[in-house]
């Protein structure tokens, strides 16, 4: 998505379309987190793509609190992941 960035007294605003607004449930005076992920210049943005291991330590950092949502995910729409035991034992067979 491409936002308008406009100077305002004290600050800047970052402008969205009304259905973009409406679409994420935003209202006047509403908080919205923010977080940075590239860095813009004069130029414009330059975008920079993150290395394997900048990826597996985000990953590493996140996934002891979401540990049970990625086993659930996991699982896909059969219900059992890779992750999970056997559903039969499988040295009788």
């Known amino acids: 998505m491409i936002v308008r960035v406009e100077e305002v007294v004290g ?3 970052i402008l969205l379309s009304r259905e973009v607004g ?3 449930g935003l209202h006047d005076g509403a908080a919205v987190e923010v ?5 813009c210049s004069n ?3 330059t975008v920079r793509y993150a290395t394997a291991e ?3 330590a985000a990953y590493e ?3 002891p609190q979401y540990d049970v949502a990625f086993r659930e995910l996991a699982k896909g729409p059969e219900g059992v992941g890779p992750h999970d035991p056997p559903p039969f034992d499988r040295k009788r067979w």
């Open 61 to 63: 950092e996140i996934r």
């Open 11 to 13: 600050g800047y605003a």
């Open 35 to 39: 977080h940075r992920v590239g860095h």
């Open 54 to 56: 900048e990826v597996m």
């Open 22 to 24: 409406k679409e994420l």
């Open 43 to 45: 130029d414009g943005p």
